[in-house]
């Protein structure tokens, strides 16, 4: 059975720092390119961060560059997302996906406030 699970979200100050993480079981999570993404309240899909499976080619969105980290351990099939300096806008449900949106979590609550 294919499983992606996300955890490490909460609640933070604006500022703060949390640090996401997705354990992959049921597939070959080396083979596989990956996505952060991301959907606040009352608002649509948005993709946050991708990082390819063998070359680990990286992308983000224009407004977490510089204070989003994305990384990949294939030995033990994880996927994190550190992120730094959040804003309020950063508050959502954030999801680890595989690239072409065949496995996805059920997400980790980020909430940014005071």
């Known amino acids: 059975e294919v499983q992606l699970a996300e955890s490490g979200g909460g609640l933070v100050q604006p500022g703060g720092s949390l640090r996401l993480s997705c354990a992959a079981s049921g597939f070959t999570f080396s083979m596989y390119a990956m996505n952060w993404d991301r959907q606040a309240p009352g608002k649509g899909l948005a993709w946050v961060s991708g990082?390819?499976?063998?070359?680990?080619?990286?992308s983000y969105r224009d407004s977490v560059k510089g204070r989003f980290t994305i990384s990949r351990d294939n030995a033990n099939n994880t996927l994190s997302l550190h992120m730094n300096r959040l804003r309020s806008e950063a508050t959502a449900l954030y999801y680890c996906?595989?690239?072409?949106?065949?496995?996805w979590g059920k997400g980790t609550l980020v909430t940014v406030s005071s």
């Open positions: 990082m390819k499976s063998g070359c680990g080619s990286i």
């Open positions: 996906a595989t690239l072409n949106g065949y496995y």
